[in-house]
């Protein structure tokens, strides 16, 4: 989908003019991508009709030379609003709070990742300072409570569970009940799936919720089941009343609009989204990131984010550089800094899509061939002085009277020479750190959303 609309936009940016039939061009490729990714027909026309809507004004008055490039704006403004919408329903999710036992029950089919995500979510929050503990109400798969048991190991989770007890609204209010009296600070209510849905799993998860009274409801809906997500997710609101929804299989070849239906058809957020099998594959949900990932855009807050992870090791250094990225004050130094972290962090692709301003090539290919452009962008860096990894790299360009660059220094060819690598290589280098450090200034900040994100936590 991402590619798709990426293309579509780039296709804007070359038209030299911006008129109602490039428009509509446009809205044809966005709305076709959406549709082969099996979001919904009717929520696909809204979203056309409401951008039609939205730029309208804009468009009126002919062609305009000066005026192309604002009626770009509006039209790429609205499409990204427009497809923020789309995974916004506007409402908060439950956020647990310390000293206070949080418990939360996830609820969804057979199969869409409920154990596996209910050991994620302990993790999750157990890195983040919360005694994290699951309980294994699923008597209905056989070797349900192995699986938790096995998982919340290797975790180094709490959980509690049984072999020979049949009735998971038993083993549920037994499980809360013994980690509420320990102090437990989350404390996740894993449930049986079936392979449809059942009149029978409805009642169960009813009489589930009663017992325990979940401060949060989860439904773990699987990315790759395309349009049934929508039907499904209602299903399980009418009877499970869920607040919160986690999108499992993210990292598959899952289409995931039919998840997108999901958010539209209950008005429900999205937490998270599983992106693999492991433990830490789960990535904290928000609109915005999501929406400019999608687009090409690069995800800064899910970059802060990994970055808080893996340097909990060095908190100083750490808060500096979040401090840094805030302000939107990242040098050379510190974006040399983030792709080694990178580098260090395990499978390439999966992280580099969220480093602002990497070149989409470096996404392709196999992590072999990402991981060795990597190390050509630090070969690179190694050969610049200490004055210029702390620059902005405006030091590389000759400035005109008008503030504008004209050409590169000298700095540019020493470093290729130094480095082994060519002139324009050290030039794109530096392009990528300039759309890097762009971004991070847009999202940091006094107004920018970086800083409204994290005053929500
Ligand atoms: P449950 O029946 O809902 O409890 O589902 P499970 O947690 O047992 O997961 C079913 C299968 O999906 C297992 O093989 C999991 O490893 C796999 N799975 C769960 N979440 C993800 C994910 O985010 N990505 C991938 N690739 N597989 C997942
Ligand atoms: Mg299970």
Redesign the pocket.
């Known amino acids: 989908l991402g590619r798709k609309l990426n293309a579509a936009l780039s296709s804007l940016n070359r038209a030299p003019v911006v008129d109602e039939k490039v428009l509509d061009a446009l809205l044809k490729e966005v709305c076709a991508a959406l549709l082969e990714s099996d979001v919904n027909v009717k929520l696909v026309a809204q979203l056309r009709q409401k951008v039609k809507t939205k730029v309208k004004a804009a468009l009126e008055g002919g062609a305009d030379k000066g005026k192309e490039q604002n009626r770009r704006n509006v039209v790429q403004k609205a499409i990204f609003d427009e497809l923020v919408g789309l995974v916004d329903p506007g409402v908060e999710p439950y956020k647990p709070k310390k000293g206070h036992p949080n418990v939360i029950m996830a609820v969804?089919l057979?199969?869409?990742?409920?154990?596996?995500?209910c050991t994620k979510l302990a993790v999750y929050y157990q890195k983040r300072g919360f005694k994290s503990a699951i309980v294994c109400a699923d008597t209905f798969?056989a070797g349900a409570f192995d699986?938790t048991r096995q998982s919340a190991t290797k975790a180094k989770v709490a959980y509690f569970g049984s072999y020979t007890e049949t009735d998971p609204v038993t083993i549920a209010a037994q499980g809360v009940a013994k980690f509420k009296k320990e102090r437990f600070d989350v404390i996740i209510v894993?449930t049986s799936?079936r392979h449809k849905q059942e009149s029978e799993l409805f009642r169960e998860m009813v009489q589930i919720g009663e017992a325990v009274q979940p401060d949060m409801t989860v439904m773990?809906l699987d990315a790759s089941i395309g349009q049934a997500a929508e039907a499904q997710a209602r299903a399980f609101k009418e009877s499970a009343n869920f607040g919160a929804i986690i999108v499992?299989?993210?990292?598959?070849h899952a289409k995931g609009g039919g998840a997108i239906s999901a958010v539209a058809a209950t008005q429900t957020p999205i937490i998270f989204l599983?992106?693999?099998?492991h433990l830490h594959?789960l990535d904290k949900f928000s609109p915005q990131p999501f929406i400019s990932k999608l687009l090409g855009l690069g995800d800064v807050q899910g970059l802060v984010e990994h970055m808080q992870d893996i340097a909990t090791q060095n908190p100083d250094k750490q808060k500096e550089m979040a401090k840094k990225l805030e302000e939107g004050k990242l040098s050379i130094r510190d974006w040399r800094e983030q792709i080694q972290n990178v580098m260090n962090m395990g499978p390439l692709s999966k992280i580099a899509s969220m480093i602002p301003g990497l070149p989409q090539e470096m996404l392709q290919g196999s992590d072999e061939e990402g991981s060795q452009r990597m190390k050509r962008m630090i070969y690179i860096t190694d050969s610049m002085t200490a004055a210029e990894l702390d620059s902005d790299g405006a030091l590389f360009m000759e400035w005109g009277k008008d503030g504008k660059p004209t050409g590169l220094t000298w700095r540019v060819t020493r470093v290729a020479r130094g480095s082994g690598t060519s002139v324009r290589e050290v030039e794109e280098l530096l392009c990528q750190y300039r759309m890097m450090a762009n971004m991070a200034k847009q999202a940091g900040g006094k107004n920018g959303w970086l800083q409204a994100m994290q005053k929500m936590q």
């Open positions: 969804g057979q199969g869409n990742g409920k154990t596996t995500t798969r699986q894993d799936g773990v499992t299989k993210m990292d598959g599983g992106v693999g099998e594959d």
